[in-house]
């Protein structure tokens, strides 16, 4: 089952709620722009401090918040990528804000939190993994066009994953593009399979065609790129 979430979802994007003296607040704070995170190799980091964040997104690896939708549940940042990097699509670009692997730790319920069918993406100890792509459609061209959203994320790990059928939650509300508009961030989440989880570090976004909204008829062909992965 697939959910549409409006503005947040379930404290991977937005938070709130937490009152720990010690908590970091992320409120209105985003990651600058990683140019290492384009196409080349990476020299990673790995993070052995996790942080609560009481408001704002997970910006560090290690940085995790509760979920306000499960008694126990928490998210943790394990890994990511802040491109920042326009995909050019024909007249528009998709732009990649940034990619998030995501660790979903001791869960009474998560299909009441709104995570379903985990059962096939646990761990040995019960946690789930998710992959978040965030990015927005710039059309500065003189046409309006039509835009379905990204098509498929290509893991190094060989796990393939299509966004019109594999993905958990997304929040693209519209498929129409209007001349020299640029749209507010949307994002897509899918569970990533939890043995291959630790050996990705590229993940290529397919960013599906772009059309003519009276037509239908395709006007650019889907493009690829490729981002490093840090941890």
Known sequence: MKKI??????????????SQSKAVDNTGKTNEKDSS???????????????????GELLEVGQWTKDKNDETGKVELIAHSNPQADIPLGEASIFISNIKILKYIDYTDPYSAGYYDTTNYKDAEGNFYGLQVSFKIKNNSENDYGYNGLEYAILDNGQQIDFSSDDLAYS?????FFKKTESKEFYRI???DPSKVDSISKVTIKTGNLYDPSSYS??????????????
């Open 37 to 55: 995170a384009i196409v080349v190799e990476s020299t990673t980091q790995s993070s052995t401090d996790s942080k609560e964040v009481s408001n």
């Open 218 to 231: 395709t006007v650019a062909e889907s493009q690829e790129a490729t981002f490093n992965i840090s941890r």
């Open 172 to 176: 693209m509300t519209t498929t129409e």
């Open 5 to 18: 979430v409006f503005g947040l979802l379930f404290g991977t994007l937005l938070l709130s709620g937490c």
């Open 190 to 192: 899918a569970f990533l």
